[in-house]
């Protein structure tokens, strides 16, 4: 059964799903191809998925007791499941490459020295317990560690002003437009990861106006922080930076007391990407529990994590090959994110209800008796 889900958890939702990742990798990656205008890399992202989205949401409509798995696998039994599966398969990468990219930032940032396998297998421990308190260890965890990575953002701009330097925006309107599209290209693919809340609660549940209010959180938040990493650091720097937002977290100083203030910055937001790793474990978990009812979701947590550890240092040899691989994930990503949504709105609707023989018989039947009852001669009785 699925949890009851409020509007100001899937507010929270889409923010831990379009951000989380997004902040680590691609951030470099854009400012290398748009340069200072990095940050409006965004908008694109945003008006792309705000309209599928959209989309979604209209068709949760027609099924508001059941997730999109459960309308899925009920209207259409085999083309449903063979859709419901590649969504497993896909956040079953999502999941694998999650892993390798926190283990891989955990593991350069600050435990030079651990192993990045047993960094990533103490993470997958993590996650395994947080899914198997079901949805609503996920949300509790949304709405603690968002709510922290909110305040941070609010904080940040204040104490990194020393170090802002507005030449590095120079010039101001002279944009480069092909550079900001094939920044959006690196950014949709992690940004867009939000698609997968309507396979996990109900159509009643997920509702536009918050999610819309998520999703614009998100991107104004991802703006300003890009904008402060090309102002603090400049273009040259960030954009051959492997994760230019830990090196902004490093120009932040409070006096002499404490010059590490990346450390309570990573204290606060690497549970929140713990937390989306573990979604994405849920996610493959409720998926093939609504495509085999038989299974246990709990009991395939392990296994499945087993499966995702494993994958994660199979498909990627190091940090570098992660890094590149981006571009060639967003054309698989735009199929998940943006295609198939638009078919589903198109094609995926409720059985009409049609009156058949059975039914008119029925009807007819009823109609004969209620005459008999009632008498001949348009009810009145005869005289005995």
């Known amino acids: 059964m699925n949890q009851e889900v409020?509007?100001?958890?899937?507010?929270?939702?889409?923010?831990?799903?379009?951000?989380?990742?997004?902040?680590?990798?691609?951030?470099?990656?854009?400012?290398?191809?748009?340069?200072?205008?990095?940050?409006?890399?965004?908008?694109?992202?945003?008006?792309?998925?705000?309209?599928?989205?959209?989309?979604?949401?209209r068709m949760m409509r027609r099924f508001?007791?059941?997730?999109?798995?459960?309308?899925?696998?009920?209207?259409?039994?085999?083309?449903?499941?063979?859709?419901?599966?590649?969504?497993?398969?896909?956040?079953?990468?999502?999941?694998?490459?999650?892993?390798?990219?926190?283990?891989d930032y955990v593991s350069i940032t600050l435990l030079e020295t651990t192993p990045i396998s047993i960094i990533a297998l103490t993470i997958l421990v993590m996650a395994v317990f947080i899914v198997r308190g079901g949805l609503g260890s996920l949300i509790g965890m949304a709405e603690l560690y968002v709510t922290l990575f909110l305040v941070n953002s609010v904080i940040v701009p204040f104490m990194v002003a020393p170090q802002v330097d507005l030449n590095n925006l120079l010039p101001y309107l002279d944009v480069d437009a092909a550079g900001v599209g094939r920044g959006t290209w690196y950014i949709f693919s992690f940004f867009g990861e939000m698609v997968a809340l309507p396979f996990v609660m109900k159509g009643s549940d997920f509702k536009f106006k918050p999610a819309f209010r998520g999703m614009?959180?998100?991107?104004?938040?991802?703006?300003?922080?890009?904008i402060e990493t090309i102002a603090s650091i400049g273009v040259e720097i960030a954009s051959r930076l492997v994760y230019p937002s830990y090196e902004l977290a490093r120009q932040l100083q409070i006096s002499e007391f404490l010059d590490r203030f990346d450390l309570p910055l990573a204290a606060a937001t690497l549970p929140a990407m713990v937390t989306k790793i573990a979604?994405?474990?849920?996610?493959?978990?409720?998926?093939l529990k609504r495509m085999i009812p038989k299974v246990s979701g709990k009991v395939l947590t392990g296994p499945i994590a087993l499966l995702g550890f494993?994958?994660?240092?199979?498909?990627?040899?190091?940090?570098v090959q992660l890094y590149r691989f981006t571009r060639e994930w967003t054309w698989i990503a735009i199929v998940f994110e943006v295609l198939i949504p638009i078919l589903?709105?198109?094609?995926?609707?409720?059985?009409?209800?049609?009156?058949?023989?059975?039914?008119?018989?029925?009807?007819?039947?009823?109609?004969?008796?209620?005459?008999?009852?009632?008498?001949?001669?348009?009810?009145?009785?005869?005289?005995s």
Not at 76 to 95: A, D, E, N, Q, S
Not at 279 to 287: A, E, K
Not at 352 to 379: V, Y
Request: glycine content about 6%.
């Open 6 to 57: 409020k509007p100001r958890q899937l507010f929270l939702l889409v923010m831990l799903m379009s951000m989380t990742g997004t902040l680590i990798q691609p951030h470099a990656q854009a400012i290398y191809y748009a340069k200072q205008h990095a940050y409006l890399s965004y908008i694109p992202a945003f008006v792309v998925m705000g309209i599928s989205f959209w989309l979604i949401s």
């Open 64 to 103: 508001p007791d059941k997730d999109l798995f459960q309308s899925l696998v009920e209207r259409h039994p085999f083309w449903g499941r063979v859709t419901g599966m590649l969504y497993i398969l896909f956040f079953l990468f999502v999941f694998a490459r999650d892993l390798r990219l926190i283990g």
């Open 216 to 226: 614009l959180w998100a991107v104004l938040l991802m703006m300003l922080i890009l």
């Open 279 to 287: 979604f994405d474990l849920y996610f493959v978990c409720w998926g």
């Open 310 to 319: 494993v994958c994660a240092f199979w498909f990627f040899r190091n940090a």
């Open 344 to 383: 589903l709105f198109l094609f995926l609707r409720p059985k009409k209800k049609r009156a058949g023989k059975h039914e008119q018989h029925a009807e007819k039947s009823g109609q004969e008796d209620e005459r008999k009852r009632s008498g001949p001669q348009g009810g009145k009785l005869q005289p």
